[in-house]
């Protein structure tokens, strides 16, 4: 399958990185990620559904990367995404990867803030975006000592916003106000019979004051 410009088809050398770190790290358990099951329980659905489409962005020769760059990169990931067939399996969920493996390790950094620069916009469209490298800080929810996104190739990953992203997005008042346009049915239909376990993080957030907080974000979003 052909690449859409300006991506290229990952090196085989990368696909086969790619396909075992999520199959066997994103799509297991970690002993360190404070709660029971995958790191990602969506990975291996989607993985079996072949719902996951990943390209590589070739970095252009004899200039160092910059913020505005690799964001104007992913508004044409983001078109690239919004074109994947998406599957009817539950569970199952379509992802792009936009792999960088010409970042040098001084300039893994740049993808953390690729993706602060970038993350409104995505979130303002009902999209999730997700900073991974070898050297990521990114917390996990359940356990912030845990570096979760580290991966061993730098990559930013796209897919659809989905209830559970609560977990991501309460921190930030303007996150939350784009998630509840989408998700606060689920909460506010029948909230007397509400059994939503994350009803009670929603309603907290919702009468929260509207104040900015940090938000490391992780755990495979």
Known sequence: ????????????????????????????PHPDLGRRGAICPFIEPALDAAALRAYTYPLPAGNPPQVPELVAMLGRAREVFADLPHPERPGAHAALIVLL???????????????????????????????????????AVHNPSFPVNRSPIPLLAIRRMRPHDLRFLHTDPDWFAHYAQRFGHLYTDHPGTNANPLAGLYHATAARPRTRHDHPEGEAQ
């Not at 690449?3 to 050398?13: D, K, T, W």
């Not at 040098?104 to 997700?130: C, I």
Request: with cysteine; hydrophobic share 45%; proline share 12%.
């Open 1 to 28: 399958m052909t690449a859409p410009h300006p991506f290229i088809a990952p090196a085989r050398e990368h696909a086969t990185i790619l396909a075992d770190w999520l199959r066997n790290s994103v799509a297991a």
């Open 101 to 139: 493996p010409d970042l040098t390790p001084s300039q893994w950094p740049l993808v953390d803030r690729v993706h602060a620069a970038a993350k409104n916009d995505f979130v303002e469209r009902g999209l999730m975006l997700g900073q991974f490298h070898p050297d990521c800080r990114a917390p």
